[in-house]
């Protein structure tokens, strides 16, 4: 092989699928790396309605274990910033089903990784905020 072939591309000549395989969903699919690769490296999810539910599920359970620190006096300022990450990129993976997983060396389309993105911003500043507000008064 020479060093400017491409493996996704060779794998695509001889019928092969490398990476992320659309209808399918992966565990690796729900952190906020997985997120954050969707908009900058245009990857997508497998199965993003199914991902947008279980962040929605992600984001409950860290309010509520933030919640129960906050009632029994801990500082819970480690988990409450993912609450409203999870919560908001859920939102719309769930309602707008994008960004899907497309075949390499195919990327999403833009306009889905520009509105996953702004959601991340959104949730990543309100989860700031809401340190801020835990941490300072």
Do not use: H, N
Not at 42 to 57: D, K, N, Q, T, V
Not at 88 to 97: D, E, K, M
């Amino acid at each position: 092989m020479r060093s400017d072939e491409d493996p996704a591309e060779i794998a695509a000549q001889l019928g092969l699928e490398i990476g992320t395989v659309k209808g399918r969903f992966r565990a690796a699919d729900l952190s906020p790396v997985s997120i954050l690769s969707a908009v900058v490296a245009g990857e997508g999810f497998g199965r993003p309605r199914l991902s947008g539910l279980a962040y929605l599920g992600l984001s409950l359970g860290c309010f509520l274990i933030g919640f129960e620190m906050l009632t029994s006096g801990r500082l819970a300022y480690v988990i409450v910033p993912f609450v409203p990450i999870f919560a908001i990129c859920g939102a719309w993976l769930l309602v707008v089903g994008q960004p899907e997983a497309v075949p390499r060396p195919q990327k999403v389309p833009r306009w889905a990784r520009l509105g996953l993105g702004l959601c991340l911003a959104i949730g990543v500043a309100l989860g700031i905020a809401a340190d801020a507000v835990l941490l300072f008064g």
